[in-house]
T-cell receptor
Framework: DTAVSQTPKYLVTQMGNDKSIKCEQN?????MYWYKQDSKKFLKIMFS???????INETVPNRFSPKSPDKAHLNLHINSLELGDSAVYFC?????????????FGSGTQLSVL | GQQLNQSPQSMFIQEGEDVSMNCTSS?????WLWYKQDPGEGPVLLIA???AGELTSNGRLTAQFGITRKDSFLNISASIPSDVGIYFC??????????????WGLGTSLAVNP
């Protein structure tokens, strides 16, 4: 079983559309994240949730809205997609406390906005 | 803001050679971590360091937490083709709100010629 699974793997869509990416982790972790990796491979944190509560919200357009129905799931909804949103989006999870920096990543969702 | 300088940006080596890469910062970190990203996958944790001066090995990989807490290096001995990928350093610290955060390096892309 995949520890952190996200779907879809690839997402190709038109500018202006709304899309969602789903993420689930079966590790029993308390904290989940969304990261964006640009074309230069730079990893930038977008959001962090701890037990369904938002704890980190970096400077991200409000077109991006994370939703955590329970601590095993963290979905990302993006409204009015723009060309600059094209990137690879990674979901990750970690245990709270001393292990919080030990992140387990999903395999990524490659988003292409045309 | 805090930044990590990771070098080299890329390396092309022959199979069997040793590899060394490092991360430096003007800021102090409480933890240093090294991740590897294979093509089409999310980063995977290789080594986590929690104490200044700590030297830790994981198979052919060795990493050290710099004594000043501002740097870390990763060595790979006797490289093999499956070492190909992007290696990221990450530094962990607590912000003013006592939240633990990670700063990521820009990655070192490693290519191994068999």
């Amino acid at each position: 079983d995949t520890a952190v699974s996200q779907t879809p793997k690839y997402l190709v869509t038109q500018m202006g559309n709304d899309k969602s990416i789903k993420c689930e982790q079966n590790l029993g972790h308390d904290t989940m994240y969304w990261y964006k990796q640009d074309s230069k491979k730079f990893l930038k944190i977008m959001f962090s949730y701890n037990n369904k509560e938002l704890i980190i919200n970096e400077t991200v357009p409000n077109r991006f809205s994370p939703k955590s129905p329970d601590k095993a799931h963290l979905n990302l909804h993006i409204n009015s997609l723009e060309l600059g949103d094209s990137a690879v989006y990674f979901c990750a999870s970690s245990q709270a406390g001393g292990w919080i920096e030990k992140l387990f990543f999903g395999s990524g969702t490659q988003l292409s906005v045309l | 803001g805090q930044q990590l300088n990771q070098s080299p940006q890329s390396m092309f080596i022959q199979e069997g050679e040793d590899v060394s890469m490092n991360c430096t910062s003007s800021s102090i970190f409480n933890t240093w971590l090294w991740y590897k990203q294979d093509p089409g996958e999310g980063p995977v944790l290789l080594i986590a360091l929690y104490k200044a001066g700590e030297l830790t090995s994981n198979g052919r990989l060795t990493a050290q937490f710099g004594i000043t807490r501002k740097d870390s290096f990763l060595n790979i001995s006797a490289s093999i083709p499956s070492d190909v990928g992007i290696y990221f350093c990450a530094g962990g610290y607590k912000n003013a709100g006592n939240n633990r955060k990670l700063i990521w390096g820009l990655g070192t892309s490693l290519a191994v010629n068999p």
